[in-house]
């Protein structure tokens, strides 16, 4: 069974389905939206594929109308957390040491459950739990993660197969062992299938983790770790334990076993791992290796030959797509003189007939920010350029938090180039636009390039071909996901491996092989056939 080489095919792409009205894609969603909707889940934690309720809960309820609560999440203690531990390192001992091709049929079972049976069940729970329209659910909750667990298989399978060179005298190997120890994962709200991917790409190469998800969406995530255990994911593969950030990051990076960190999310908290584990470096059996894809500040940079409606359908799906709540998401765009009029009206007229609400409500294009947190943080921006003689409002600038957390699309304009909203992260639908005079084109790109410490995402829009490579080389270290004549968020696996540099993290490209070779600690073996038996080299002969 075990002494097939295996190399597999790039896989194509998981179909987006459309949801139109009428098809039956639409019927089976809006059946489980009801279900869903009415039922109530009690999420408890899983440790070595043991379900555990710790009686210490938290509510979960939906961001477009907060008061309804559809369960409650069990929350780790200290206990737990050790126990999900111990849980990753006595489990790995069985996981590491079978086929490589054994952990792959698991992921490829589970990208295949995912399509035929569970999709409207998790991508409900991501329209639910994270308030994601239906598209905005099916290219994450479903496609992504389909193309995640299919992709990593193949770069796996390449990445076995590299071996080096042997002779008649020798014979090398690579062995390609996972990281001694546990992994860390610890996932964001955005996004169902980073959850996913932060687990199962150090899963399939040998390692077992600990993982910790986002509060916000502890829905999706319980669902994804069943439909892994359906696939046939040993007990102790994963550890599930939802809980404090803070109390489990201080358990789990004070333990001599961490071997990773495989880390989406804010970089404030992912500063704080790091500083963990600097402050820990003498207590580990090994160095972890530390993978974080951190925040954006993503921008728009329009040359005066681009189209200005390619430019503005760009901007509002860049930067009001879910809300603006991707890392991806363009919040800052530099647009010239001469094409400011046209591309203004055709924003106005484009956003005016953006509807914000319900998911339920498929008209909506935007539906409401994660939680309380989220709308006072944006609001606070929003209320900050309002009362700034640097900027105005162009577009929206409201929000209302009674029913849900709903923000409108909003547009500001400054004159300085340099704004609050022009550098920090927001998090939020809010986009800020700069006017710059066309004969400041590269002036204005290297402003660009030095006005935010983060390095994620980037477009240009350009039908000159100089001026576009002119903002390629100027902008080489702005984004570590450019675009051309494209709005800068949606990567898909396997195209556009993610990540950014700079303060965006360690841009070790989630959706390509890169990622999967930091989950390994490679030993080579070198075997002689006929060993030396006189230690005197031929030079030494007098
Ligand atoms: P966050 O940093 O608030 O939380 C991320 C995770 O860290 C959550 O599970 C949270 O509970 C946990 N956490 C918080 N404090 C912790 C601690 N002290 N120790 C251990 N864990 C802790 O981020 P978020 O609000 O969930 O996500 C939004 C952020 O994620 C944005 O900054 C966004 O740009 C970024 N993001 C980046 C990418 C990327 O690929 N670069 C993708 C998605 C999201």
Known sequence: MNNAIFTFSPPTNEEILQYSKGSNERELIEKELTRMSNDFIEIPLIIGGKEIKTGKTLDISIPHNHKKVIGISHQASEKEINLAIESALASKVLWENISWIERSSIMLRAAELISKKYRFLLNTATMLGQSKNVYQAEIDSACEVIDFLRYNVYFASHIYTDQPKSDFGQLNRLEYRPLEGFVFTVSPFNFTAIASNLNMSPVLMGNTTVWKPAQTSVLSNYYLMKVFEEAGLPPGVINFIPGSGS???????????????????????????????????????SYPKIVGETGGKDFIFTHNSANPTEVATAIIRGAFEFQGQKCSAASRAYIPQSLWNEIKN???????????????????FMNAVIDENAFDNIMSYIDYAKNSSECEILFGGNGNKTIGYFIEPTIILTNNPKFKTMEEEIFGPVMTIFIYN???????????????????TGAIFSNDKYAMIQACRILRYAAGNFYINDKPSGATVGLQPFGGARASGTNDKAGGSLNILRWVSPRTIKETYIPARDFKYPFMTE
């Not at 055709?346 to 909506?364: A, H, P, R």
């Not at 066309?438 to 994620?456: A, M, W």
């Open 247 to 285: 109390l489990i990051g201080q358990a789990v990076l004070n333990h001599k076993d961490l071997a990773g960190i495989h880390f989406t999310g804010s970089n404030a908290t992912f500063n704080i791992l790091w500083r963990g584990v600097t402050e820990n470096l003498t207590n580990y059996v």
């Open 346 to 364: 055709s924003l106005l007229k484009q956003t005016s007939e953006i509807k914000v609400g319900d998911v339920t409500n498929f008209s909506n």
């Open 438 to 456: 066309d004969e400041d084109y590269e002036k204005t790109l290297h402003l660009c390039n030095q006005t935010s410490p983060y390095g994620l």
